[in-house]
């Protein structure tokens, strides 16, 4: 059965803090896998990943594919409150994509 | 007819044109999506509808509009489009939403490859 998990489910830090958002999978015919940031409208995109080992960066945020160990994490440097939301991982095979949990993130002023 | 099917399958059009894509389920879900698949940033969610309400998204440009009459069916109305418009659009569906991070699977249809000119 394809799943998607997302570690942790919920995460308090203050501003400035670094977080790590964790996801593993066990899907067949992978595809690609990719981040959103959920915020209270529809996800944003923020990264996709096909490859291992290359880091995708974007500002603050970046994220790294590992497929050996079928696990993905995305880091956020120097947060900042704006950066509370929910990130979701989800990851696309051929015919669906399957979405995790996601982790919910506050960050404290 | 089984799955999530759209129409056309291809499609060319002038940047003055008006011309809709549809997608249509099979599934019995309650949410369908579009998305858009493009080198510059592939799947890019446009627009979320879980029992027919549509959760906003403001990065998509005005020229695209949703509408979705029932559970089933789905469109996406295009006008005046530009040329980086071109990409491959898919429609996809599941029984819940994305709204509360529930662990779920969207199914996609074929996408509708789209040029515009």
């Known amino acids: 059965e394809d799943k998607v998990v997302q570690s942790p489910l919920s995460l308090v830090v203050h501003e400035g803090d670094t977080v790590t958002l964790n996801c593993s999978y066990e899907?067949?015919?992978?595809?690609?896998l990719l981040w959103y940031k959920q915020e209270k409208k529809a996800p944003t995109f923020l990264f996709m990943l096909t490859s291992s080992g290359i880091e995708k960066k974007s500002g603050r945020l970046s994220s790294i594919l590992d497929k050996k160990e079928l696990f993905s994490i995305l880091n956020i440097t120097a947060t900042q409150t704006g950066d509370s939301a929910i990130y979701l991982c989800?990851?696309?095979?051929?015919?669906?994509?399957?979405f995790g949990k996601g982790t919910r993130l506050h960050i404290l002023p | 007819e089984t799955g999530v099917t759209q129409t056309p399958r291809h499609l060319v059009m002038g940047m003055t044109n008006k011309k809709s894509l549809k997608c249509e389920q099979h599934l019995g879900h309650n949410a369908m999506y579009w998305y858009k698949q493009s080198a510059k940033k592939p799947l890019e969610l446009m627009f979320v509808?879980?029992?027919?309400?549509?959760?906003e998204n403001n990065s998509v440009p005005s020229r695209f509009s949703p509408e979705c009459p029932n559970s089933s069916h789905l469109f996406l109305h295009l006008h005046t489009l530009q040329p980086e418009d071109s990409a491959l659009y898919l429609c996809?569906?599941?029984?819940?939403?994305?709204?509360?991070?529930?662990?779920?699977?969207?199914?996609f249809g074929p996408g509708t490859r789209l040029t515009v000119t």
């Open positions: 996809a569906s599941s029984q819940e939403s994305l709204a509360g991070g529930l662990s779920y699977e969207q199914y």
């Open positions: 509808y879980n029992f027919k309400e549509q959760t």
């Open positions: 899907v067949t015919n992978f595809r690609s």
């Open positions: 989800a990851v696309n095979r051929d015919d669906k994509i399957i």
